[in-house]
């Protein structure tokens, strides 16, 4: 069941046979079922924090892109999970081993918006332990979540996968999850750094075209004597050898 707020106020238990055995003989056959130790699925309670934000930092070592995905400091990240769990629709789901704290999903219920008509279930984390995996823990937190979002009136549960996590995308995908569509993040620093410099190849393309033209006009006029005036220099010269220029030879026609 969730209240109001949309948080969950339920807790799911899970257990499932580890084996199966039969009786000797040739007619009389007996099944036997050992039951691992159930895991539980419940809300998380500030006691819980601790130990989800343990799981956190394992999440972030194994992630490619761990700075992205939460803070580095566990303490931090308490007080991160606590503001989760404050805010409208937010849910911490805990999944506990024995008593401890092995996998976690971190959703919130969002309310119908401009792009939605219904509501929708957003779950921004989903993980399990490394030493608790292929046990079932995976499965009881989204039996769960599944259970949230339905009693929440949310027709769509989405999902954004650690980056990286290969084994995770894989477990969605089996479950029916599709892709919709993908988050780029990139820090602010970046971003306007790399504003910034994405000016500058357009200023500095204007001058290199101002630049061109400046040095194509030069070539125009020192054309015939180049950057030094030689002009007196090659008449006299021509006079000498003998050659006779267009100039002179208009001199000399009859008028």
Do not use: K
């Not at 993980?127 to 979002?149: F, K």
């Not at 021509?238 to 267009?246: F, I, L």
Request: hydrophobic share 40%; aromatic share 4%.
């Amino acid at each position: 069941m969730s209240t109001a707020d949309g948080a969950v106020r339920a807790t799911w238990t899970f257990s499932r046979p580890t084996s199966l055995g039969a009786a000797a003989g040739p007619t009389v056959r007996t099944r036997r079922s050992a039951v691992r130790p159930a895991v539980e699925v419940r809300p998380a309670v500030g006691d819980d924090l601790p130990g989800i934000a343990v799981l956190c930092s394992e999440a972030r070592r194994e992630s490619a892109s761990g700075a992205q995905i939460c803070a580095p400091d566990e303490d931090r990240l308490v007080r991160h999970l606590s503001v989760l769990l404050t805010l409208p629709g937010g849910n911490v789901l805990v999944a506990l081993h024995d008593g401890r704290p092995v996998g976690f999903v971190l959703a919130r219920v969002l309310d119908p918006h401009l792009f939605a008509d219904e509501p929708s279930l957003y779950v921004e984390a989903v993980y399990v332990g490394e030493d608790a995996r292929r046990r079932g823990v995976g499965h009881a937190l989204l039996s769960a979540t599944a259970e949230l979002a339905a009693s929440s009136g949310a027709t769509h549960v989405y999902s954004v996968p650690i980056p990286g996590s290969r084994g995770v995308q894989r477990f969605l995908a089996r479950l029916g999850f599709g892709p919709v569509a993908g988050h780029r993040v990139v820090s602010t620093a970046v971003l306007q750094r790399r504003l910034a410099a994405d000016l500058t190849p357009a200023r500095r393309g204007t001058r290199s075209l101002e630049d061109l033209i400046a040095r194509r006009r030069r070539a125009r006029t020192e054309t015939m004597s180049g950057p030094v005036d030689l002009r007196e220099f090659q008449a006299e010269y021509n006079s000498r050898a003998g050659v006779v220029t267009p100039a002179d030879t208009r001199e000399t026609l009859p008028g």
